[in-house]
C-alpha cells in the first residue's frame, strides 16, 4: 500500500505547474526574452538566481512606507517590473499597478490566494502556504511553452515526514537542507508528490482559519501597527505583519517558541540602515496565522506581546 492521499483538484488547474517560484520567473524572463528588469530591494535573494543564469541586466528600486513602489525608472519594451504582493495584503496596489504599469510580473509567494489578472505574468510558491516540499503555479500571458522534465520530490520530504513523527523542531535542519537543495535547480514541472499532496489539501479550510485568524490579530494589534494595512474580504495573507520599533521583538518570541521569520535577511547587505527597507526587515514581525492555529493561539500571542513590548509601542 502506497501512501494515501484523498484525490481532490489543485486550486490552479489551468495554471503551469514548475517546481519552484524563483523557476516561474526564469520561465517567464526566457519565454519573453526580457534583457532587463527593475525589482525591489525589499525583496528575497533567491529571485537573482534566475536573472543571473540568463545575464540580464537589473535593478534594484525603492519602496515606500506603505510597501508600494517608488517608479522612478521607465520600462521599454524589452524590460520588465516585478512586484511583490507582501505578505498577501497588497493586493489593491497589485490592481492599480497592473492598469498602469507594462511589462509587470507579480510575485505572489505570500499570496496563494491571490487570483492571477489577466494579462499579467503572476507566479506562486507552495510551500508558504502548505506541507509541500516544493512547488510553485505560474501564470503567463505568453503563448510560447518550454519542454521540461519532471521534477523529483523525494528527497525533499524528509523534513515533512520528521514534522509528523517527531515535532516540528525536530524537521527544522532537514528543512534548511531542503532549502539548500533548492538552490540552483533546473526549471522543470512538478513533481508528481507535490501534485498529489496539493490535490489534497482542503483550500477553503485553510483560507477560512488563515482570514479568521488575521482579522482577529488585526483588530487586537492594529492600533499599534506601524503599517497600514489595506485588507479586503477577498485577501488570505500569509502572514499577519506586525511593524514596531523594536527590533529585539523577533529574538524574544522565538525563546518563547513562536518562530518569527525575517523577510528578507539579504536586505540588509543590499541597503543602508537608514533606508525604509531595512527598517522593514528589522523590525516586521511576521506572526503565524496559517491552518495549523485557532484563536485561542492568537489570543495567547497578543497576550504574549502585550508583556514583550515595550510602552513606547502603545501596549
Same mark, same amino acid.
Not at 526564469?26 to 534583457?35: D, F
Not at 536586505?267 to 503565524?288: C, K
Given at each position: 500500500?502506497?501512501?494515501?492521499?484523498?484525490?481532490?483538484?489543485?486550486?490552479?488547474?489551468?495554471?503551469?505547474?514548475?517546481?519552484?517560484?524563483?523557476?516561474?520567473?526564469?520561465?517567464?524572463?526566457?519565454?519573453?526574452?526580457?534583457?532587463?528588469?527593475?525589482?525591489?530591494?525589499?525583496?528575497?535573494?533567491?529571485? %537573482?538566481?534566475?536573472?543571473?543564469?540568463?545575464?540580464?541586466?537589473?535593478?534594484?528600486?525603492? !519602496?515606500?512606507?506603505?510597501?508600494?513602489?517608488?517608479?522612478?525608472?521607465?520600462?521599454?519594451?524589452?524590460?520588465?517590473?516585478?512586484?511583490?504582493?507582501?505578505?498577501?495584503?497588497?493586493?489593491?496596489?497589485?490592481?492599480?499597478?497592473?492598469?498602469?504599469?507594462?511589462? %509587470?510580473?507579480?510575485?505572489?509567494?505570500?499570496?496563494?490566494?491571490?487570483?492571477?489578472?489577466?494579462?499579467?505574468?503572476?507566479?506562486?510558491?507552495?510551500?508558504?502556504?502548505?506541507?509541500?516540499?516544493?512547488?510553485?503555479? +505560474?501564470?503567463?500571458?505568453?503563448?510560447?511553452?518550454?519542454?521540461? &522534465?519532471?521534477?523529483?520530490?523525494? &528527497?525533499?520530504?524528509?523534513?515533512?515526514?520528521?514534522?509528523?513523527?517527531?515535532?516540528? &523542531?525536530?524537521?527544522?535542519?532537514?528543512?534548511?537542507?531542503?532549502?539548500?537543495?533548492?538552490?540552483?535547480?533546473?526549471?522543470?514541472?512538478?513533481?508528481?508528490?507535490?501534485?498529489?499532496?496539493?490535490?489534497?489539501?482542503?483550500?477553503?479550510?485553510? *483560507?477560512?482559519?488563515?482570514?479568521?485568524?488575521?482579522?482577529?490579530?488585526?483588530?487586537?494589534?492594529?492600533?499599534?501597527?506601524? %503599517?497600514?494595512?489595506?485588507?479586503?474580504?477577498?485577501?488570505?495573507?500569509?502572514?499577519?505583519?506586525?511593524?514596531?520599533?523594536?527590533?529585539?521583538?523577533? *529574538?524574544?518570541? !522565538?525563546?518563547?517558541? !513562536?518562530?518569527?521569520?525575517?523577510?528578507?535577511?539579504?536586505?540588509?547587505?543590499?541597503? %543602508?540602515?537608514?533606508?525604509?527597507?531595512?527598517?522593514? *526587515? &528589522?523590525?516586521?514581525?511576521?506572526?503565524?496565522?496559517?491552518?495549523?492555529?485557532?484563536?485561542?493561539?492568537?489570543?495567547?500571542?497578543?497576550? +504574549?506581546?502585550?508583556?514583550?513590548?515595550?510602552?513606547?509601542?502603545? +501596549?
Amino acid at each position: 500500500m502506497g501512501l494515501q492521499l484523498q484525490k481532490g483538484k489543485p486550486y490552479y488547474p489551468d495554471l503551469i505547474r514548475l517546481n519552484t517560484a524563483r523557476n516561474s520567473l526564469e520561465y517567464i524572463l526566457i519565454t519573453k526574452a526580457y534583457t532587463t528588469i527593475y525589482l525591489p530591494y525589499f525583496t528575497c535573494e533567491v529571485l %537573482l538566481e534566475p536573472i543571473k543564469r540568463l545575464n540580464l541586466y537589473y535593478h534594484f528600486y525603492k !519602496i515606500d512606507e506603505n510597501m508600494d513602489p517608488i517608479i522612478d525608472f521607465k520600462v521599454d519594451d524589452q524590460s520588465c517590473m516585478l512586484y511583490t504582493n507582501y505578505y498577501g495584503v497588497k493586493t489593491s496596489t497589485v490592481q492599480a499597478l497592473s492598469k498602469t504599469q507594462k511589462n %509587470l510580473i507579480i510575485d505572489n509567494a505570500q499570496a496563494f490566494y491571490a487570483e492571477p489578472i489577466p494579462g499579467i505574468d503572476t507566479f506562486y510558491s507552495c510551500r508558504k502556504f502548505f506541507g509541500v516540499p516544493d512547488g510553485a503555479y +505560474l501564470y503567463t500571458s505568453g503563448a510560447k511553452r518550454l519542454k521540461l &522534465e519532471q521534477d523529483v520530490s523525494i &528527497e525533499r520530504f524528509s523534513h515533512l515526514i520528521r514534522e509528523v513523527d517527531l515535532g516540528i &523542531e525536530n524537521g527544522y535542519s532537514d528543512y534548511v537542507r531542503n532549502n539548500d537543495v533548492l538552490i540552483d535547480n533546473d526549471v522543470r514541472e512538478m513533481s508528481k508528490l507535490t501534485q498529489a499532496i496539493l490535490a489534497s489539501i482542503d483550500y477553503d479550510h485553510c *483560507a477560512k482559519k488563515r482570514k479568521e485568524n488575521f482579522v482577529f490579530l488585526h483588530e487586537a494589534l492594529s492600533s499599534i501597527n506601524q %503599517l497600514k494595512i489595506n485588507f479586503s474580504a477577498d485577501d488570505t495573507p500569509m502572514v499577519y505583519p506586525l511593524l514596531v520599533n523594536q527590533p529585539d521583538l523577533k *529574538a524574544q518570541l !522565538i525563546k518563547q517558541k !513562536i518562530f518569527v521569520a525575517t523577510y528578507w535577511p539579504n536586505v540588509f547587505d543590499w541597503t %543602508l540602515p537608514d533606508s525604509m527597507e531595512y527598517y522593514l *526587515a &528589522e523590525n516586521i514581525v511576521p506572526l503565524p496565522i496559517d491552518q495549523r492555529y485557532n484563536l485561542e493561539d492568537m489570543q495567547y500571542m497578543v497576550t +504574549l506581546l502585550k508583556s514583550l513590548l515595550v510602552a513606547d509601542n502603545g +501596549l
